[in-house]
């Protein structure tokens, strides 16, 4: 339960992000990079404090989802739809992507020495 209302925050918090770049007239880029800063800066403050490892440094799927929801939300707005609707759209996109990963257990790829 813990992680689906963390996603359902992360996504919400994308989009609040990404929105509020754009109503400072930022451009497109930066208003995703604030988006993801927004969403994962939230998780990473939330573990410190639980003093966890944030997820963000883990293998889950979460600055990854970020990045894709924020460029949802531009990509509808640099196609005609409304501010609404672009911010429903990064959300759903963002949700369904973290909860994908959650629940098919996706991570991505790390980096590993060999030594």
């Keep these: 339960m813990f992680c ?3 996603a359902i925050g992360l996504a919400v918090f994308v989009g609040i992000g990404v929105e509020k770049a754009l109503i400072f007239q930022d451009s497109y880029l930066i208003a995703v990079i604030m988006g993801v800063l927004t969403g994962c800066g ?3 403050i939330r573990d410190v404090l639980a003093r966890e490892v944030p997820m963000v440094l883990r293998r889950e ?5 970020c990045i894709i929801g924020g460029t949802f939300h531009v990509g509808a707005l640099m ?4 501010t609404g609707s672009a911010f429903l759209c990064c ?3 963002t949700l369904v992507i973290r909860l ?7 991570s991505l790829p790390t980096f590993a020495l060999d030594k």
């Design 61 to 65: 799927v979460y600055a990854t989802a």
């Design 42 to 44: 939230g998780g990473i």
């Design 79 to 82: 196609m005609g739809a409304s």
């Design 91 to 93: 959300v759903v996109a």
């Design 4 to 6: 689906v209302c963390d």
């Design 100 to 106: 994908g990963a959650i629940r098919w257990h996706l």
